[in-house]
C-alpha cells in the first residue's frame, strides 16, 4: 500500500518560515518526480514546486520562486518543501505528489495558515 504522509504544517506569523515533510511509504521516491501543489480556499489547486525524478533540477511557481526550496532524500524516503518569508498569500492546504508514468500518489494534505 502507497503513503505520502505531509507533516509540518501550521500557524506562523508572516515573514516566518516553516519546513514541511512528505514522508513516503510503499515506493521508492528516487523513481518518481515529486511535486508539492496547494489549495487556497475557493481556489484551484496549484502546483508551488517540482522536482525532475532523474535529477536535482527544480522549478517553481513564480509567485514563491526564491523563497520556497523542494528537496528530497532517497535514503530516507522523504521529500520536503522549505518555505521562508511566508505571506498570507501562501495560506492553503499544502499537498506532496509523486508521479511518473501511469502512477499518480498523493498526500491527505496539510494546512498552512500565515496570520499576525
Known amino acids: 500500500q502507497v503513503q505520502l504522509v505531509e507533516s509540518g504544517g501550521g500557524l506562523v506569523q508572516p515573514g516566518g518560515s516553516l519546513r514541511l515533510l512528505c514522508t513516503v511509504s510503499?515506493?521508492?521516491?528516487?523513481?518518481?518526480?515529486l511535486r508539492w501543489y496547494r489549495q487556497a480556499p475557493g481556489k484551484e489547486r496549484e502546483m508551488v514546486a517540482g522536482?525532475?525524478?532523474?535529477?536535482?533540477?527544480?522549478h517553481y511557481l513564480k509567485a514563491v520562486e526564491g523563497r520556497f526550496t523542494i528537496s528530497r532524500d532517497n535514503t530516507k524516503n522523504t521529500m520536503s518543501l522549505q518555505m521562508n518569508s511566508l505571506s498570507q498569500e501562501d495560506t492553503a492546504v499544502y499537498f506532496c505528489n509523486a508521479v511518473r508514468l501511469g502512477e499518480d500518489f498523493w498526500g491527505q494534505g496539510t494546512q498552512v495558515t500565515v496570520s499576525s
Open positions: 510503499g515506493i521508492t521516491l528516487s523513481n518518481y518526480a
Open positions: 522536482m525532475s525524478r532523474f535529477n536535482d533540477n527544480a
